[in-house]
């Protein structure tokens, strides 16, 4: 963790189990929905509760470890950057906002 310049952290729960897809030799990505919540009063004193939903993708070894070892409703701790990229479906031009993860621990299930 020396490169704090693009540097992401989320503690939340998994939305899904991981999806995994192979695309030849080596390159096996696991994607997942990470959610994170957090809590606070408005203006007129009543508790909200806030859900922020993050597309996360895992490479490797990493990948291989989600696919095992993780399922929907698992508590998550992910390091990563943060990446945008674009791509087109249908003639229409699309950007994507997902983390990278570079490490995690798991928490425990959802309670």
Not at 11 to 34: R, T, Y
């Amino acid at each position: 963790m020396t490169n704090m310049r693009n540097y992401v952290q989320l503690i939340g729960n998994l939305g899904n189990d991981p999806e995994i897809k192979e695309f030849g030799e080596n390159k096996k990505p696991a994607k997942i929905s990470v959610a994170t919540n957090e809590t606070y009063r408005n203006q007129e004193g009543e508790r909200v509760n806030e859900t922020q939903w993050h597309n996360v993708i895992a490479w490797g070894p990493q990948a291989e470890f989600l696919e095992k070892y993780t399922s929907k409703g698992q508590g998550i701790v992910i390091n990563g950057k943060l990446v945008n990229r674009s791509y087109e479906k249908n003639g229409e031009k699309r950007f994507v906002s997902e983390v990278v993860a570079s490490e995690f621990f798991l928490t425990g299930p959802k309670e």
